[in-house]
């Protein structure tokens, strides 16, 4: 093993040999430390397992690392996302070392996205962060001072309106198993016919699009995600009538039933435009307007937090949770057969 060697700057360094590159030429991998032992038992520490020391890692490369770990136990959309995080925020911080890192730097990182970013994705950058580092560096303190999520108060068009424009469309039963079942995009282009039996749809696969590739997956969002929903009679007649050699109920891209939901509405003047994901809370608005008890609501909308609906995590009985469907459909095909 090679000695360590006084800097002008006072530091010591070792340089270990670490193979060559593709042109034959030698790699040396330099440690540096403040003191000769520290920087020959990192250099050591390199030689004999051929990975780079903990204390040498920089930010961005123990969030690299992290995001790697958990590329096969997420979703493929949640690591894309921590992907575009690494890549986009807090800069000034992936080339420092972990060993170099303070509470006062995570913080003006903090102070610095703050300007630009809302609340919630401060949140999620710090908290990709701090997932890395307590890996990595589980004795600094990562704890500082995050912006206060806002609440948001949105302006939403009536479940009647909506229902008026997509009749009859191409995206009438994505919207309605969005609108009526509460049913989030990525399970509605994941549902098979074959999920569909005596009366009942098992939500328990999705389909996410993740850089281009439409990529299936035989797990939901979350594990409340996976659920049994009644097939509303409407609903069931929208399915009898696709193609029968169809497998999936919709054969569109996320992309195609978000701009045809969305030019629907600009064609009937629906104003503000809203999201298909809104569905999902146009569903829940319907819920509490016929004061649908919270833990129902979740149950049948799939919610594992309080980010939409409060926290109210208790076993329903079925007998209940049947009254509570009868309602709920009751409405919609009340507006169904307005016109009739």
Not at 167 to 193: D, F, H, N, Y
Not at 301 to 307: D, I, L
């Amino acid at each position: 093993m090679a000695k360590a060697k006084k800097l002008p700057s006072g530091s010591w360094r070792v340089q270990v040999y670490a193979g060559k590159d593709q042109n034959g030429k030698k790699i040396m991998k330099s440690f540096t430390a403040d003191t000769k032992k520290e920087a020959e038992f990192l250099a050591a520490q390199f030689a004999a397992t051929n990975k780079e020391p903990v204390t040498e890692m920089t930010v961005g490369k123990a969030i690299d690392k992290y995001i790697e770990s958990k590329s096969n136990i997420l979703s493929p959309s949640t690591i894309r996302s921590y992907r575009t995080m690494r890549k986009n925020y807090m800069q000034n911080l992936m080339d420092v070392r972990v060993r170099d890192l303070t509470r006062t730097a995570i913080q003006e990182a903090v102070n610095a996205e703050a300007e630009k970013l809302s609340p919630k994705s401060i949140h999620n950058v710090y908290g990709l962060l701090s997932a890395s580092l307590n890996i990595y560096a589980p004795d600094l303190n990562t704890k500082v001072t995050l912006p206060k999520k806002q609440k948001k108060i949105r302006e939403m068009p009536d479940p009647e309106d909506i229902i008026r424009i997509i009749r009859g469309t191409s995206v009438e039963l994505p919207c309605m198993l969005a609108i009526w079942l509460s049913m989030r995009m990525s399970e509605i282009r994941g549902v098979k016919r074959s999920d569909v039996q005596n009366g009942k749809m098992y939500i328990r696969n999705a389909i996410v699009t993740v850089e281009g590739k439409h990529i299936e997956k035989e797990a939901t969002k979350t594990y409340e995600s996976t659920r049994v929903e009644d097939v509303p009679e409407y609903i069931q007649q929208l399915i009898d009538n696709l193609d029968p050699e169809q497998e999936h109920l919709t054969e569109l891209t996320g992309q195609q039933i978000y701009k045809r939901f969305v030019k629907l509405q600009r064609d009937n003047g629906i104003e503000p435009v809203i999201t298909f994901h809104d569905l999902r809370h146009l569903n829940a608005s319907v819920m509490v307007r016929l004061h649908i008890p919270d833990k129902y609501a979740m149950e049948r909308g799939g919610w594992s937090t309080t980010s939409t609906l409060r926290n109210v995590y208790q076993h329903t009985f079925s007998d209940e949770r049947e009254a509570v469907n009868k309602k709920i459909n009751e409405y919609f095909d009340g507006i169904i057969h307005a016109g009739e």
